[in-house]
């Protein structure tokens, strides 16, 4: 379904905080996923817990779950909103040398939680990389996507099956 204008535009294309006071509170979730790649070597690192900089997925966990929250604070136009789960996990893929991340962000509210579960998986993909970055410079993040959206008036999405 295509919308028929930005809804963070006003009448004059003038940036504003979309007013939500009308919506109803409903549940909403979203799922967000991403892929750092990095060498096979650096892997057995990451997954072995030897980094010097020390626990690489529980550290890059907190800091997906910590920016979530914070997420208003650092997208212009998003709404504060009182998160009721975030959880950030990682896959661990050594046939494509790297770390799936996903994301995962409900809340009882009138927005979606969207811009919440990207930026706790990106910023969980970008502490990973710092985590590694002394033996790995050349890591790829990618892939970074919703996956999917529930909740709201425009529907349940799931990427892949966009019709």
């Keep these: 379904m295509a919308a028929s204008r930005l809804t963070h535009l006003d009448h004059k294309g003038q940036a504003r905080m979309v007013d939500v006071s009308e919506k109803v509170v409903t549940a909403r979730i979203a799922r967000a996923g991403g892929f750092v790649a990095m060498k096979p070597e650096t892997l057995k690192i990451a997954l072995a817990d030897e980094a010097k900089k020390g626990d690489v997925l529980g550290t890059a966990r907190i800091a997906g779950i910590m920016a979530a ?9 998003c709404h504060p909103l009182a998160l009721t789960k975030v959880s950030v996990d990682f896959t661990p893929d050594e046939a494509r040398s790297g770390i799936a991340v996903e994301a995962q962000v409900k809340v009882e509210g009138k927005t979606g939680v969207e811009m919440e579960a990207l930026t706790a998986c990106s910023v969980a993909c970008l502490t990973i990389y710092d985590m590694l970055k002394a033996v790995d410079r050349g890591m790829v993040i990618s892939e970074v996507r919703l996956l999917e959206k529930a909740g709201g008036k425009s529907g349940h999405f799931i990427a892949g ?3």
């Design 69 to 77: 929250k914070r997420t208003h604070e650092i997208i212009p136009l």
């Design 161 to 163: 099956k966009e019709r």
